[in-house]
């Protein structure tokens, strides 16, 4: 996507970004998410979102659409703790996060790449939720301020084990991470494939619906539950 910045009587500025845009099912332009925390590689050509985004869908839920490196600690810097996205939904009331991704495969996973999904990348990916399913863990901490994980089963499965929430009425209500990732190779690096939807809410035990393997390239369809 291409940005245009401009103030009456100044020159025209194009900027990038690394950009999602959803869609409405008669093809209509919802929204365009901007990925807010950069990856190096990002940083070379792109401009950084203001922050993350969300919208609301009629009939549908709170959607947020991140990408990649917003799950992370932002410059993988700031305190492990804060999950800056996942706080930044439960704070706006998020019911559905979906990321698409081109996340890599842990180099210890590499020589034996088969058809199950990266459980460690799968933990991993769920421990960056905390917020969601432990709201006491939600930080209020800037997102682009700068100052581990058991393994889970696969289909309708439990992923780790989930706090006891508090009294918040946002702590009731079901949430659900979509995240879609890329498979194969480029050049040296593996992608984590492992695309998959997971359940979420206080006082229960996170599941897991569905997944797909490390070297699975589909289209994974999932119906929650409304």
């Known amino acids: 996507m291409v940005r245009v910045e401009a103030s009456p009587g100044q020159t025209v500025n194009y900027c990038a970004s690394n950009s999602a845009a959803l869609f409405a099912p008669d093809g209509s332009l919802q929204h365009f998410f901007r990925k807010h925390f950069l990856f190096g590689t990002d940083e070379k050509w792109a401009s950084a979102g203001i922050e993350f985004g969300s919208i609301h869908i009629q009939n549908l839920a709170n959607v947020c659409v991140a990408i990649c490196m917003d799950l992370n600690p932002f410059q993988f810097r700031t305190p492990f703790d804060y999950c800056e996205l996942a706080s930044f939904c439960f704070q706006r009331d998020v019911n559905l996060l979906v990321m698409p991704m081109a996340w890599l495969l842990p180099k210890h996973q590499e ?74 190779t480029e050049v040296k690096p593996t992608f984590a494939g492992s695309s998959w939807v997971l359940q979420m809410k206080v006082g229960q035990r996170r599941l897991l619906h569905d997944s797909l393997g490390i070297k699975k390239e589909a289209c994974l369809v999932v119906t929650l539950p409304p």
Request: with cysteine; proline share 8%; charged share 15%.
């Open 111 to 184: 020589p034996r790449v088969d058809s199950s999904p990266s459980l460690s990348t799968i933990n991993y990916w769920a421990m960056r939720c905390l917020p969601f399913f432990n709201p006491q863990t939600a930080s209020t901490q800037p997102s682009s301020s700068a100052t581990a994980v058991g393994d889970a089963a696969v289909g309708d499965a439990e992923v780790g084990d989930a706090a006891v929430g508090d009294a918040n009425p946002l702590s009731s209500k079901m949430r659900y991470l979509a995240a879609t990732n890329r498979v194969g």
